[in-house]
């Protein structure tokens, strides 16, 4: 009878266990499920923040170019706003007939900054040609 109730308690014993260890595994695979959804949803952010600042940055060109085109002895270097949110279009500098404006803008902690070089026609209306426009890291 004490074999019995022995090997009973041992039986016992495994099932704890393997309660225990079915029960870790589960709670690691589920931290792991929720720190993935953390990590995916902050980039998911900061890429939307992204998206937002390059409109912007882009928005900000095309203000600075069409001022141009209204006024060819405009310098830029000012804020400009556009709906909630504000970006800046730094001094142009004019080499002959071909312009530099240089934009950013920043959404968050992301800065996003576009070169553009174009020429100004003579004529009316004067026209705009555009010969780089790039998303630069730094003027």
Avoid: R
């Amino acid at each position: 009878m004490i074999f019995y109730f022995y090997k009973n308690k041992q039986k016992g014993y495994i099932a704890l266990v393997s309660v225990i260890l079915v029960s870790v595994i589960g709670i690691a695979i589920s931290v792991s499920l929720v720190l993935l959804s953390l990590a995916h949803s902050q980039n998911s952010f900061v890429s939307e923040q992204a998206t937002q600042a390059n409109v912007l940055a882009e928005s900000c060109v095309e203000v600075a170019l069409l001022n141009l085109q209204q006024d060819q002895n405009y310098s830029g270097n000012e804020t400009v706003t556009v709906g909630a949110d504000n970006c800046q279009v730094e001094p142009i500098t004019v080499n002959g007939s071909v312009y530099t404006v240089n934009t950013q803008a920043q959404v968050g902690s992301v800065v996003k900054k576009i070169f553009v070089q174009a020429e100004l026609t003579s004529g009316t209306p004067v026209s705009i040609l555009i010969d780089s426009w790039k998303s630069v890291a730094d003027f």
